[in-house]
């Protein structure tokens, strides 16, 4: 069933005759509801300020088939056509689709051996169709869909469509991640939020369509591209579990760029409430990675080979794979007798005339550099007159996807450069660039391919563009092709590629030449060279990348990603989940079963029938926020630890990493406080005392082999700071650029390292800090050595309190909770080890925040108050 707070969440238009049909009332498979779930006059503001709270996965699976896939793109991989007599729709598979063609991916992708259960894995298709279908037809186009095709369509409006697609999609994200920022009305689209509710809104459409079909606990729902960027945040607060992949396929921009767009913050954590995100390049990964950094104060770790951020308690895996081609769909497209026809026509009219081809193949549209090409060639022929009368350039031009007076720009300057270049440099019987500006059929351009000599992409910027791809295993070719080139069965292949560095398969072509496609020189002195290169290295460059490209197909790319994603779920049955947040800022928390919330009740009910107490606090993030700029304890905070230690059955200390100097003035009114400074090397049990040490004395001199190295790296990162104690030394970088401190922080602890591998110390990196000092010392010293001294008095304690919030707090949470039945604690102790921060982490129990901890210390002052204290 389908909780109150999801519809009432993400449900936020209050047009009930728009609204999607209760969950309840809909039939799963094989019906499919077709009400579009609008939502009308969509307000931001309603819905981030509506609170909510979440619900766990409750859907029955027993019902439906394991190992099933939802993908869940734009658009379905079908293609429509109206029928003879206009009555009905006729529907096919789209070929070209790369929904459809992972799905041979997604079939081996399957732990099982089998070859016949392989076949069973089942794959839904969630999204639009290109054509607009008649309210009254779309019951029964559903209906087909879902028997013939397993396809669950989503239908738009026209008017929801239009500012969704042209509008949000097209104008403001499109050029944003192609980094285009919105300087003047003229160039990018300026964030419009009435566009930005059809988005929002669509994407909810989506998720009410997926939920008709989804069986939480056994599917996996894999989403595509940046149309559905919010989408895994609607799945994610209906299905707190829910096995959730997402790719984008175009780029994803600097932190600079995206940080300039007004929902930048809904748009990453819709990302992240994913399991897994995709992305073709580390550059679009590293990116995003910096964006999650600098927005929201996440850090990433490479574990194994895997990247993962830590998002409240979830791994978030980050996956970098370019997509490939479908490599069965491509070589029989080459064995059709109409490419082996076509490839005839083209050597009559172009290598049999002593031509040489160059081939762009490039939507019109801006980010594609079509007119730069041009000026490329025209470049070529002004430098190197040799190859006038027998170079063209065909430049076959797909329609644009999107729409608007940029797109009509970049038609008339294409034209116009081509008409100057013709009308220089052409000839009777000869025409430098031929441009082709009508949809081709898929062979007639892969004949294309075969018969150009050189391949040329010189995009500006493009997620991946797998042109490269085609054009490599189109020559390729095979024994029919090699008799219409004149090639016998002996010859090698080549081919020859000039590539923009600034497109995703860049990377993976280490044979192609590449280019800065504003460098109109050199990209003209790279056609040169392709042009000109020997054979044999052309051979050479063709079969490293035929190699790469036949063995990375789009089904090696479907089956990876698949893996990973079911690598990152695995434990997602054994961790306890619930939803915070309001709106599109929802996210979920997810912990180990047994680590739960202190309770105030349990603990003052413990803390009233024990006799023998030990309390132990760190200071920073714990008593006092981390954020908080002046660190010194409030007078509220010194009377409360006043009245705990006035209790004579309390031990309470302060175990904090600042120095004896800095602790001993800012707690010199409270006479019975035990302090433990710099991680508890320095010890006193009261005020009067003077200070042990818990391990023997250390020799600092290496401080003077430490302290010049930080030196170095404070000049150079701006920010830094040095913090001298007595036995230690802290880097810190709280207050620098957050990625570059991050990198001086990693070259710093190798540095270090190196440095002083033959001194006493350790050298260890913490949030925002490296940290020297000397070697065994920790806070988990202070929790041995008070249980220790306990015990030799006889008085076992009976009650434990360890409060902390950072990884240096560990060492006291595992010290406490080992000695747990124990001959250093009573056989009947209460302990009871809290972290600060819903986190992994030692400890059982955790507080949200450092207030919530000086209500709960006020809590049981307030108990000693009350209580006589035992004799």
């Known amino acids: 069933m389908v909780s109150r707070s999801y519809t009432n969440l993400f449900e936020v238009a209050r047009d009930e005759s728009q609204l999607s049909p209760s969950f309840n009332n809909r039939r799963r498979i094989p019906r499919i509801m077709t009400v579009a779930g609008i939502i009308s006059n969509l307000e931001v503001e309603e819905y981030d300020n509506i609170s909510e709270a979440s619900v766990f996965s409750d859907t029955s699976t027993n019902n439906m088939p394991r190992d099933r896939t939802i993908i869940v793109a734009n658009q379905l991989p079908i293609r429509a056509s109206r029928k003879v007599d206009n009555k009905g729709w006729v529907f096919t598979w789209d070929e070209d689709s790369l929904s459809l063609q992972l799905k041979d991916g ?40 879902l028997d013939s095709f397993k396809c669950v369509p989503t239908f738009l409006p026209p008017d929801l469509f239009t500012k969704f697609y042209h509008g949000f999609c097209k104008q403001q994200l499109w050029p944003l991640f192609h980094y285009m920022l919105p300087l003047s009305p003229d160039f990018g689209g300026r964030f419009d939020r009435s566009l930005w509710q059809a988005y929002v809104s669509v994407n909810k459409i989506f998720a009410d369509k997926i939920l008709e079909v989804i069986n939480p606990e056994d599917d996996f729902v894999w989403v595509h591209d940046y149309h559905l960027m919010v989408l895994p945040t609607f799945l994610r607060k209906r299905f707190n579990r829910v096995r959730l992949g997402f790719f984008l396929h175009s780029p994803f921009p600097s932190s600079e760029i995206y940080r300039t767009f007004p929902v930048r913050e809904e748009l990453i954590r819709g990302l992240l409430n994913s399991d897994l995100v995709g992305f073709h390049t580390f550059d679009y990964a590293r990116h995003f990675l910096s964006c999650c950094s600098r927005m929201l104060g996440l850090t990433y770790e490479s574990k194994r080979g895997y990247i993962g951020l830590e998002y409240y308690g979830r791994t978030v895996s980050i996956k970098i794979l370019p997509v490939g081609i479908h490599m069965g769909q491509l070589q029989s497209v080459l064995s059709l007798p109409e490419t082996e026809a076509k490839v005839g026509e083209l050597m009559k009219q172009f290598s049999d005339q002593g031509k040489i081809m160059l081939l762009g193949v490039d939507d019109m549209d801006i980010f594609k550099g079509i007119s730069l090409k041009l000026l490329a060639m025209e470049q070529l022929l002004l430098q190197h007159p040799d190859w006038r009368g027998k170079v063209v350039l065909v430049q076959i031009a797909n329609p644009a996807r999107g729409r608007g007076k940029d797109v009509k720009e970049v038609k008339n300057e294409t034209y116009s450069t081509m008409k100057r270049i013709n009308n220089t ?4 019987g000869y025409q430098p660039v031929v441009l082709i500006d009508q949809p081709l059929q898929f062979y007639e351009r892969i004949a294309y391919y075969v018969v150009a000599e050189c391949c040329l992409v010189t995009a500006v910027r493009d997620g991946m563009n797998l042109i490269p791809y085609e054009y490599i295993i189109s ?32 990377p993976s072509l280490s044979g192609a030449i590449r280019v800065n496609p504003w460098n109109i020189d050199s990209v003209a002195e790279a056609m040169d060279c392709a042009l000109g290169m020997a054979e044999a290295e052309k051979q050479l460059r063709h079969e490293k990348h035929y190699r790469y490209v036949s063995t990375h197909d789009v089904g090696y790319w479907a089956h990876s990603f698949l893996q990973d994603l079911e690598r990152t779920c ?81 031990v309470v200390f302060i175990v904090s990493a600042k120095s004896r100097k800095t602790l001993s003035e800012w707690f010199s009114s409270c006479d019975k406080l035990a302090i433990a400074a710099e991680h508890g090397y320095f010890l006193r049990l009261k005020r009067d005392a003077e200070y042990e040490t818990c391990v023997p004395v250390a020799d600092c001199s290496w401080k003077q082999v430490a302290e010049p190295v930080m030196k170095l790296y404070t000049e150079t990162t701006d920010g830094s700071t040095i913090e001298d104690k007595e ?74 309190l360890c409060i902390g919030d950072d990884r240096s707090d560990e060492d006291m949470f595992e010290v406490i909770t080992s000695s747990v039945g124990g001959p250093a604690l009573s056989p009947t102790a209460e302990v009871f080890a809290c972290t600060v921060g819903r986190k992994p982490s030692k400890a059982k129990y955790y507080l949200d925040d450092a207030g919530e901890v000086v209500r709960l210390m006020e809590g049981l002052a307030s108990v000693s108050e009350q209580v006589p204290t035992f004799s």
């Open 570 to 650: 695995r434990d997602h049955a054994r961790r306890r989940t619930w939803g915070i947040g309001f709106g599109l800022g929802f996210r979920v928390v997810a912990l180990d079963p047994n680590f739960t919330k202190l309770s105030t009740e349990n603990l003052v009910s413990a803390y009233k029938r024990t006799k023998h107490r030990a309390i132990l606090l760190d200071y920073d993030g714990t008593l006092m926020p981390q954020a908080s700029l002046d660190k010194s304890p409030s007078s509220k905070t010194i009377e409360i630890l006043n009245e705990l230690c006035r209790d004579e059955n309390n």
């Open 106 to 145: 997604l079939l081996s992708s399957t732990s099982s051996s089998s070859s016949e259960d392989r076949d069973e894995v089942e794959v839904i298709y969630v999204g639009c169709l290109r054509e607009e279908i008649h309210p009254s037809e779309q019951d029964e186009v559903s209906q087909i869909l």
């Open 475 to 506: 020559r390729q070719g095979n024994e029919k092709l090699d008799k219409v080139l004149h090639l016998s069965a002996s010859t090698p292949k080549k081919s020859m590629l000039v590539v923009s560095e600034f497109i995703g398969c860049s």
């Open 425 to 428: 440099f052409g000839r009777p």
């Open 727 to 800: 036995t230690s030394l802290v880097w810190s970088y709280e207050d620098a650029d957050p990625d570059f401190g991050y990198c001086q922080a990693k070259e710093l602890l190798d540095h270090l390292e190196s440095v002083l591998a033959n001194d006493p110390v350790s050298v260890k990196g913490a949030k925002n800090v490296v940290e020297v000092k000397p070697q065994g010392v920790n806070k988990g010293l202070v929790a041995n050595r008070l249980l220790k001294t306990m015990q030799e008095r006889e008085m076992l304690l009976d009650f434990v």
